[in-house]
């Protein structure tokens, strides 16, 4: 590994989670999408994250995740509002 984390990468506790979670797949057997001499799976996930031969994300902004708890909070007001005023008493 080198002193330097891959430019892509924005912080080293990133890598760091990178790749344990690619290193956890190789020990359950996905396959290594690069070649190393020495095929630990904790190195060759540290090849595979510095040769930017694996795909990842940063996921949603937590401002996009409030935003869709918001929506389902509210359609889920709304359904419960349609049912509740179902059940009216006739007289």
Do not use: C, N
């Not at 892509?8 to 690069?34: C, H, N």
């Not at 996930?45 to 902004?61: K, L, N, Q, T």
């Amino acid at each position: 590994m080198e002193d330097r984390i891959p430019e892509r990468i924005d912080s080293k506790f990133r890598y760091v989670l990178l790749t344990a979670a690619r290193a956890e797949q190789l020990m359950r057997g996905a396959r290594p999408k690069v070649e190393i001499p020495v095929p630990k799976p904790t190195t060759t996930a540290m090849a595979e994250v510095d040769r930017d031969a694996i795909e990842w994300g940063y996921g949603p902004s937590p401002e996009e995740q409030e935003a869709a708890a918001a929506a389902e909070a509210a359609a889920a007001a709304m359904a419960a509002q349609g049912e509740a005023g179902g059940e009216e008493e006739v007289h």
